[in-house]
């Protein structure tokens, strides 16, 4: 853990600067609509044609590229081993490789100190971002302590439907559409592979996952009569599962120090196996790939770069930055206002400039009624500080308490769902 700390504060606080370099991305509700800012537009348009990260702002500069800590061992202790009948593989594919290379414990169930760690030490993944999320899964899905990469109700992320796990993710299945949520779909891993189809040049970037985003998000739309896209669940993690693809999967060289996410690596990680023709996806043996390189720890993948990778996907679709829901039926999709959800803390246009602000926001104010204990209470109060350090550095504004009665129009929403359900009426299966 003590690996990232440093690092990871100085790289929040290059990204917070990039912010400032990048005024369109300030956190600021007065901020005009990014989408209306022709300028920028062009400019992206013009990076993307030639950066590997495609249109996406950071990192402003290639990072330093050190071979010898960039590589991650997969032999010896660390040689891939396939899960036994015994171990948790669930619906996180980064978390599933670091079990099967024995970064994380093999039998899938982990402290919060081991997540951190085990994500710093192979994906760069920031000291900050990676206390939130495992501290999250710990205190409401877990032990407190430690919890399971698959599990039910309250032991791990399988059973936690509509408070972290949710729908139109990548690969996952959307729960009430098929009654899992953890089957990948090879429809939709073929959406996302035959968007390039020259595997030479093939480099799955933010431009390919932001487009594959707004797909994934029409069609549960589509096809889920429950679609829910909550505040926590919609507008902060189900980015992160689109994000993290190109972000942590991506191999780093001298030439692309910044990464490129080919073909043959993008397989590996998603446990995807056999001819273009014929591909087969066998159920939690993700593999970091042999000779692959991870981010370098200067430029390693913080909250606040995370917030702007989220601006880029919004810029694109506005409706991202919207709570919302299918009332029961396919195509039955409606908003919910951010300030109805807030009591008025919010603005449905400031969510929208601070996403990760309201997400965690409405998380905390969301706890106790939640988990049924008070947010200072021992468990909950580790939980609390974590979180609220984040919205701290964010500069977010708090919300006093939440209002979650308009969720009671969507039929899909649990706090405690999966791992497996009922197929809703009138769910289009691929
Ligand atoms: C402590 C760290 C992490 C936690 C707590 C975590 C948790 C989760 C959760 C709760 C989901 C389900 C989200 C959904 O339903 O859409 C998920 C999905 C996902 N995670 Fe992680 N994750 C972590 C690290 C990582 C890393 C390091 C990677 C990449 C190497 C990664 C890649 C993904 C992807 C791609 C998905 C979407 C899977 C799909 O639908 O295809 N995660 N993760």
Redesign the pocket.
């Known amino acids: 853990m003590g690996f990232f700390t440093s690092s990871a504060i100085t790289v929040a606080c290059l990204a917070v600067n990039n912010v400032v370099a990048f005024p369109h991305l300030a956190m600021d509700g007065m901020t005009a609509p990014i989408a209306a800012d022709v300028a920028y537009k062009q400019l992206l348009e013009r990076q993307s044609a030639t950066r590997p990260q495609g249109g996406a702002p950071l990192p402003l500069t290639p990072p330093p590229f050190d071979a010898a800590s960039q590589l991650i061992n997969v032999t010896g202790a660390h040689a891939f081993v396939a899960p036994g009948s015994g171990d948790a593989r669930g ?5 599933n ?2 079990a099967n290379h024995n970064y994380l414990p093999h039998n899938g169930i982990a402290t919060i100190n081991e ?2 760690s085990a ?1 710093g030490q ?2 760069g ?1 920031g000291a900050d ?2 206390l939130f ?2 501290t ?2 710990a205190v409401i899905d877990g032990s407190g302590t430690s919890w399971s ?1 698959s599990g039910g109700p309250h032991v791990g ?1 399988g059973g ?2 509509g408070n ?9 299945s959307d729960l009430y559409q098929y009654g899992s ?1 953890s089957k ?1 779909i090879l429809e ?1 891993f073929h959406e996302l592979y035959d968007m390039q189809p020259n595997a030479a040049t093939a480099n799955y970037n933010l431009d390919v996952l932001r487009t594959f985003r707004n797909q994934r998000f029409q069609e549960s739309i589509n096809k889920n009569p429950y679609f829910v896209y909550g505040p926590f ?1 919609g507008m902060a ?2 980015q ?3 994000t ?2 190109y ?3 991506a191999n780093h060289s001298a030439e692309y120090p910044e990464g490129v996410l080919n073909k043959d690596v993008l397989k590996s ?2 446990s995807i196996s056999g001819p273009e023709n014929n591909l087969v996806w066998t159920p939690g043996h993700e593999r970091i790939p042999s000779n692959w390189y991870r981010r370098n720890t200067a430029d390693a993948y913080t909250i606040p770069y995370f917030e702007t990778d989220i601006l880029y996907f919004t810029s694109s679709n506005p409706q991202l930055t919207l709570v919302g829901c299918n009332e029961g039926k396919v195509d039955t999709y409606q908003n919910i206002d951010a300030s109805t959800l807030s009591n008025g803390a919010y603005t449905a246009a400031q969510a929208a400039a601070n996403p990760i602000c309201f997400a965690t926001e409405f998380a905390l104010a969301e706890l106790p009624g939640l988990t049924g204990l008070s947010l200072t209470s021992g468990v909950l109060g580790s939980l609390t500080s974590v979180l609220s350090s984040v919205t701290k550095n964010l500069g977010c504004k708090a919300i006093g308490s939440v209002n979650t009665t308009a969720l009671a129009l969507c039929p899909g929403f649990t706090l405690y769902g999966g791992p497996t359900a009922p197929v809703a009426p009138g769910a289009i299966q691929s």
């Open positions: 619906e996180c594919p980064g978390l490789a670091l997540f951190v994500t192979v994906f993944m971002l990676a999320l495992s999250y899964g990469i992320i936690s439907h972290y796990e949710t729908d139109s993710s990548p690969l996952k949520n990948l939709q669940t993690v189900s992160a599962a689109f993290f693809i972000r942590f999967m990680f998603m």
